[in-house]
């Protein structure tokens, strides 16, 4: 191989490489039903906050509740990309499907979270995933290309059968 064609194929593979990301969306259309309940840090999320720095008072429990009404009570962490501040507030859900943001056909499953603190984003949006028959409430944190992740699984819920 000439080392003009190294110059030219290299940077291209490295591009495909640094920016190409299994895609952990569900597929299936999640149900306002499977929402509603408290969501809890899953050990994943919590050795992330273990190892990022953090401000605020950490709650008892890592968790958001999401209410039947499309209301939710937050006491969790908001992150800027390199660290994490507990957070507790309260706010508005709405469950949409959205044309796929990373590539391919379909729709996804998109949770749009709008606190009631002004502070905040008004427009903090997650995805879905399974995972042995349970359902992962999620958002990249940092660089997606680090793949990891914000992530919630719903309390004490059994996986499908």
């Known amino acids: ?26 597929k299936r259309v999640v149900e306002k ?9 899953t050990a994943h999320f919590e050795s992330l906050l273990e190892r990022y720095p953090s401000t605020g008072h950490r709650p008892d429990q890592v968790q958001i509740q999401f209410l039947p009404d499309a209301s939710f009570v937050f006491s969790s962490v908001l992150d800027d990309f390199s660290s994490f501040e507990y957070v507790e507030t309260r706010g508005a859900w709405e469950l949409k499907r959205q044309p796929r943001r990373h590539g391919g056909e379909g729709e996804e499953n998109t949770l749009v979270l709008s606190f009631q603190d002004e502070r905040f984003s008004s427009n903090y ?34 996986p499908e059968r």
């Open 33 to 41: 039903k499977e929402v509603v309940g408290t969501w809890e840090a």
């Open 125 to 158: 949006s997650m995805s879905f995933a399974e995972e042995g028959g349970r359902l992962i409430l999620w958002r990249f944190f940092g660089d997606p290309d680090s793949w990891e992740f914000i992530e919630y699984q719903k309390a004490n819920a059994e």
């Open 1 to 26: 191989m000439h080392l003009s064609t190294l110059y030219i194929w290299l940077p291209f593979c490295l591009f495909l490489t640094s920016c190409y990301l299994p895609d952990r969306h569900l």
